[in-house]
């Protein structure tokens, strides 16, 4: 795909646009029955929770509840509100469907759909973009049902200038049973900011020795180091240092030089530049200066359990946990707070533990906060123990776990009466 340059750069007859073509575009907005206005839904009145196990000075917490109310009492909350580092969220997919863990427990509905899907979403949505701090970061997992939809929300809610990337994850292995469509083996990220300065830790794949001999095919006589060649110039016209001739040379039409000729002079000294029979420079990369392949918008790596070994809980829709390291080592540090109000299996809660991040965790699902409890305590199990329903290996503790039990247990009040059976099987777990 040819690169563009922005309407400023173009050097042609500007009559030549069309004549319809406005300087500025009203943005998109997603108008249906149902929308509520934005005060209306921060006036939301805040839920009622107390603490039922733990410290409540703790730096993690696990809130049982309707997650609408307690985001509405975080946000009164002055050490919360602006100050969440990282969401991760995996909301109802709007399948319109229930669904049962692996043990045949009801874990949860996702009756939802259409409008009252979508205001669902975006009342809780308006919510974490308050909790967010200035420079965090959200990620919203969907699948074609809403994605589209849910895009021009997040546009309205956070910006269009803060949405960073819509990420493609191969969710599955190829399936063979969809005779008159492609197979549907993937599902989407939404990755937004709350501003233009945020955590960005950049995340690379580290350099295969196949991937690296074919990308740098070259190497220096003189030093032994890998290289390949790149272009000296970039796309776009400069009217500064980097557009002016070097060498003798200008840079290609419509391009400029990406570096100015003084730092060129320098490279060239150090040997850093090729030169072809025919003169023409280019710029050596050296493989050792590269840290890996930088991640990009497609994601292979992460599916769900999809063999017999694959470390699982049972919950339904549990996410990959290589996916949310990811994640958080991309968009976070040590010590910040990472959200999650639609908790699950817990898979958040427990990588964010592991890589040295506070978590905040909502679940209205007691399946769900039943099995992150049993998680915290006895961690995984191979998916294969499910499949065999072996109670002898499920009732094995763990032994080396990264055991959770640092962290503060709430519940809502409406939600009060579901939680004592949880609290006797956490304590017994911990035994």
């Not at 009252?116 to 959200?138: K, M, N, T, V």
């Not at 049973?177 to 794949?205: A, C, E, M």
């Not at 965790?361 to 499910?386: C, Q, V, W």
Request: hydrophobic share 35%; net charge neutral; with cysteine.
């Amino acid at each position: 795909m040819a690169p563009g340059v922005s309407k400023t750069k173009w050097h042609g007859n500007g009559s030549s646009f069309h004549p319809e073509t406005p300087s500025t575009s009203p943005d998109v907005t997603l108008c249906y029955e149902g929308k509520r206005d934005e005060a209306e839904i921060l006036s939301t009145p805040p839920a009622l929770t107390r603490p039922i196990w733990g410290d409540e000075q703790a730096c993690n917490h696990l809130y049982y509840g309707d997650n609408l109310p307690i985001l509405a009492q975080f946000l009164q909350n002055p050490s919360l509100c602006g100050k969440v580092r990282l969401i991760y969220i995996d909301p109802p997919f709007a399948t319109k469907s229930v669904f049962k863990s692996r043990s045949q427990r009801d874990a949860y509905q996702d009756l939802l759909a259409g409008a009252h899907y979508i205001e669902f979403l975006r009342q809780r949505l308006i919510f974490l973009r308050e909790l967010l701090a200035d420079d965090g970061s959200i990620y919203v997992h969907l699948d074609e049902n809403m994605a589209f939809h849910v895009k021009v929300i997040m546009d309205e809610i956070f910006g269009k200038s803060n949405f960073r990337n819509w990420i493609t994850r191969k969710k599955c292995n190829p399936k063979n049973y969809t005779r008159k469509t492609y197979g549907n083996i993937s599902d989407y990220i939404l990755f937004y900011t709350k501003s233009d300065h945020y955590v960005w830790n950049r995340p690379v794949q580290p350099w295969t020795d196949e991937a690296a001999q074919r990308e740098y095919q070259y190497i220096e006589e003189a030093t032994g180091r890998r290289y390949k060649k790149v272009p000296l110039h970039a796309p776009g016209v400069r009217h500064g240092e980097t557009g002016k001739p070097w060498r003798g040379m200008l840079p290609p039409p419509g391009k400029h030089w990406q570096f100015t000729p003084q730092t060129l002079d320098e490279m060239d000294a150090r040997g850093e530049i090729y030169w072809s029979p025919n003169g023409n420079p280019r710029r050596k990369v050296y493989l050792d200066e590269s840290a890996g392949i930088p991640v990009q918008d497609i994601w292979l790596d992460f599916k769900d359990a999809h063999n017999q070994n694959i470390k699982i809980t049972g919950y339904p829709t549990e996410k990959n946990a290589d996916m949310l390291n990811l994640i958080i080592r991309a968009s976070s540090h040590p010590g910040d707070i990472v959200f999650d109000c639609f908790a699950g299996s817990g898979t958040t809660l427990e990588v964010a533990s592991q890589l040295g991040r506070s978590w905040i965790g909502i679940d209205n699902s007691p399946e769900a906060i039943r099995t992150t409890l049993y998680r915290f305590a006895h961690g995984t199990k191979p998916m294969g123990d499910f499949v065999k329903n072996s109670t002898t290996q499920q009732n094995q503790p763990n032994l080396g776990l990264f055991r959770i039990t640092d962290f503060a247990l709430h519940v809502s009040e409406p939600y009060s009466g579901d939680i004592d059976e949880l609290i006797v099987q956490w304590q017994g777990w911990l035994q």
